[in-house]
């Protein structure tokens, strides 16, 4: 079978998915819509197998084919094809997110089991992951924003799938809307470089920038830094970031969906896509870099004092996405895009581990409430450990090899990017200090009473509350189910962690310098033209770049363990000290505060003032109102002359022809 054909089956297999799980939803029993959805994503990866081991068959210039379905339009200058491109970038996307995307399934079928959405919820799982890899997939910008659309509308969806939280509905919109703003960006980008290389195809676009397009020229940086805005809002970047901590009102499988591997990855993705674009206009790289890098750092420490266990983790894949960021815009794609892939599996694994033991607190997010789950939930704090480890970059485990590439090329470039190596090491240390504080408050520590109850076999179940403002729910369509499910009891989720475990061990074995190179031999056509492809650093300098960050990773677990668990007290006294510092860092850097005075509340007051003065009062009031008005009066006239008295009726005759005959003397006059 060609690629395209299994190009066009990894699409097909999800859109079925989303199709048929719905049209059954009355009958189907238990967890069937569970098991629909997960075979549906299971057939998806094993096609992205298949393009895989054929694509790989071939001579690595023969590596990028296409195919149309049909033409979608067609008419003088505009050549738009339900096209997809099956090349190493796409087929690397479509494995990551239909892998990842079926072990969060699996983990689902179990988690979700009580929920009243249960089938709802599957349905937008697989139309999600239709919609990221219909955007991966696409070989013209039209497509690709066709599919950036649907993630936006999917996200949606998803994180406000209990939509009788006022918390989710808002995150939910809050979400749609800054990914709007992205959406916008790229497609003024795509009307720009339609423009000058008449072209919607990436092959067309690609082709005709290096014709039209000189090095830094304001067309092409312009419309780079737009596809960074759209980049930016659907990543999670500065400034655009502020959607992502609120989306942890979704389920906790879509925390991991959006977080790990999908939605979040699409603008890494679209950067690495772009890359002939971004070297001719470097201007604009380096800005996309500055902000990674800012973004980074910022993320981190925002996570030193969040006290939600998915907010933590969710300001770490801010942080992280920060570094692939900072990867594919200074041109160490092959670092930015491992990265993508070992933090998709440990990232993944973080969020199952965290919704095992949100469901052992029976919904309580807050580290604060937790404690001592370390024997209660064994399996859970392995998993988790190994999460932890991953993410701080501890050898041998993936997040090593992948982050410290990173950090190691832009070392090697110097100057500039020396500065935003720096800010990715000082980032780095956080990364390791936060990761174990949340290992450390979660299971080492005194067991909290839900703990106590689960080592005597009884698993907590509160009145169910909204774990962000304390609000008690039901648990009728639109909020969680009564049920809690965690890992030790439920053999999806502990397939799905196990799985993700190992992943998170052993997935920097692709790429270990000096001794394995396939992540980069397979890539390699993609960059093949790149003028960093021969510009990278030596592998002494990878391996001490390496014992650098793993020297880093062990001193912010040590102070972890030093601040949390021999000398308690002292974080305590720390925020005491430094109440501002603190009270900055948990506001966010005030952020939301800051966005709010711009422009919520202007335009709120806007709003206001179109709906009560402009509508209500002079369009209903005045025009609508007063021209009501006059006909009243004029009926009420009319009523009150017809009386029904003949007398009355020669008066008004009598009334009119003299009105007439005075009329008529004045115009002659």
């Not at 998993?383 to 993936?398: C, D, K, N, Q, Y």
């Not at 007290?569 to 966005?595: C, K, M, N, Q, S």
Request: hydrophobic share 50%; glycine share 10%.
């Amino acid at each position: 079978m060609s690629p395209t054909a299994w190009g066009w089956l990894i699409l097909a297999f999800p859109l079925a998915g989303t199709l048929v799980i719905p049209l059954g939803w009355r009958v189907w029993p238990g967890r069937v819509a569970g098991y629909i959805g997960s075979l549906a994503i299971l057939a998806s990866f094993v096609c992205s197998v298949g393009a895989f081991i054929t694509l790989h068959d071939r001579a690595p210039e023969a590596r990028s084919v296409t195919s149309t379905l049909y033409d979608y339009t067609h008419t003088v200058g505009v050549n738009v094809g339900m096209s997809i491109l099956i090349d190493p970038l796409s087929v690397f996307m479509a494995l990551v997110v239909s892998g990842v995307s079926l072990l969060i399934h699996v983990y689902s079928v179990a988690y979700m089991d009580s929920d009243r959405g249960y089938t709802r919820f599957f349905a937008y799982m697989n139309f999600f992951v239709f919609s990221m890899l219909l955007l991966v997939l696409a070989a013209n910008i039209v497509l690709l924003i066709v599919g950036w659309a649907f993630v936006g509308a999917a996200s949606y969806l998803l994180i406000s799938f209990w939509y009788r939280r006022a918390t989710a509905s808002a995150a939910g919109l809050k979400a749609f809307v800054m990914n709007v703003i992205g959406d916008v960006g790229l497609v003024i980008a795509a009307f720009i470089l339609f423009k000058h290389t008449h072209s919607l195809s990436y092959a067309g676009i690609f082709g005709g920038a290096k014709e039209t397009f000189s090095t830094n020229d304001g067309a092409i940086v312009a419309a780079c830094l737009l596809l960074t805005v759209g980049a930016f809002a659907k990543s999670a970047q500065l400034p655009l970031h502020t959607w992502l901590p609120d989306a942890m009102e979704g389920p906790t499988p879509v925390s991991a969906l959006i977080h790990a591997a999908t939605m979040v990855t699409a603008g890494v993705y679209l950067i690495a896509r772009f890359h002939v674009l971004y070297e001719l206009a470097p201007t604009a790289a380096d800005i996309t870099a500055g902000l990674a890098a800012a973004t980074l750092f910022f993320a981190a420490t925002c996570a030193l004092v969040v006290t939600d266990l998915k907010r933590i983790i969710a300001y770490s894949t801010m942080s992280q996405i920060g570094y692939m960021m900072l990867g594919v815009s200074t041109g160490g794609y092959d670092g930015g895009l491992f990265h993508l892939m070992t933090h998709a599996f440990f990232k993944a694994l973080l969020f199952m581990a965290a919704g095992s033991v949100i469901a052992a607190m029976a919904g309580i997010q807050d580290i604060n409430r937790m404690g001592g789950f370390r024997r209660a939930m064994p399996f859970t704090f392995i998993t988790f450990t190994v999460g932890a480890l991953a993410l701080a970059g501890v050898p041998p485990l993936s997040g090593w090899f992948s982050k410290d590439s990173i950090l190691g090329f832009d070392v090697h470039r110097g100057g500039y990017y020396l500065v935003l190596a720096i800010v990715g090491f000082a980032g780095a240390l956080l990364t390791a200090f936060y990761s174990f504080r949340m290992v450390f408050r979660v299971f080492y520590g005194d067991p909290v009473p839900e703990a106590g109850s689960l080592e005597r076999g009884e698993l907590a179940h509160g009145e169910p509350v909204n774990p962000r403002t304390g609000e008690h729910e039901d648990t009728e369509v639109g909020f969680p189910g009564p049920e809690h499910h965690i890992a030790e009891r439920e053999f999806s989720m502990k397939l799905a962690m196990g799985a993700l475990a190992l992943l998170a061990i052993g997935g920097g074995i692709v790429q270990i310098p000096g001794v394995t190179d396939w992540f980069d031999k397979f890539l390699e056509p993609v960059f093949a033209n790149s003028k960093f492809v021969n510009d990278q650093p030596s592998t002494s300098a990878e391996w001490i770049g390496l014992v650098v960050g793993a020297g880093i990773a062990l001193a912010g677990i040590t102070t972890a363990f030093v601040m949390y668990l021999q000398r308690p007290g002292v974080t305590i006294a720390l925020r005491d000290r430094f109440p501002r510092l603190h009270d900055f860092l948990e506001h966010r850097w005030y952020f939301d505060e800051l966005y709010d005075a711009l422009f919520v509340r202007p335009a709120t007051t806007f709003g206001n003032f179109g709906r009560y003065v402009i509508e209500s009062a002079f369009v209903q009031g005045t025009l609508v109102g007063g021209a009501t008005g006059i006909v009243r009066a004029g009926a009420a006239i009319a009523r009150g002359v017809q009386s029904g008295y003949l007398r009355a009726y020669a008066l008004l005759l009598l009334a009119g022809v003299a009105a007439l005959g005075l009329y008529f003397l004045l115009q002659a006059t």
